[in-house]
């Protein structure tokens, strides 16, 4: 019964700013790695960071120095904020989450939130 949602996703301007939030929540024994994925439509769904329990980061090359990944493991929740955002940010963000449960560690996926980013 583990879900994981997302928030904070918007219409914002070229150069503007969001925060994105995920939350999981459920029968959780510990939550492991955490990261985003963005999908813009007619393309593949791309890594965009990730960051493990201990908060060792990695980013996309596209974002780096622009996105900050971080987490919050008493509430079981990362966070992505996203700065000097471009046209070509726009995307459906997805977080994911290896999470250990009852019967083993699975990995997760959120709904998925629109970050739309306009010129």
């Known amino acids: 019964q583990v879900q994981l949602v997302e928030s904070g996703g918007g219409l914002v301007q070229a150069g503007g700013s969001l925060g994105l939030s995920c939350v999981a929540s459920g029968t959780i024994f510990s939550v492991n790695a955490m990261g985003w994925y963005r999908q813009a439509p007619g393309k593949q769904r791309e890594l965009v960071a990730t960051?493990?329990?201990?908060?060792?980061?990695n980013y996309a090359d596209s974002v780096k120095g622009r996105f900050t990944i971080s987490r919050d493991n008493a509430k079981n929740t990362v966070y992505l904020q996203m700065n000097s955002l471009k046209p070509e940010d726009t995307a459906v963000y997805y977080c994911n989450a290896e999470i250990r449960v009852t019967y083993g560690t699975k990995n997760y996926w959120g709904q998925g939130t629109q970050v739309t980013v306009s010129s």
């Open positions: 960051i493990t329990r201990g908060a060792n980061k």
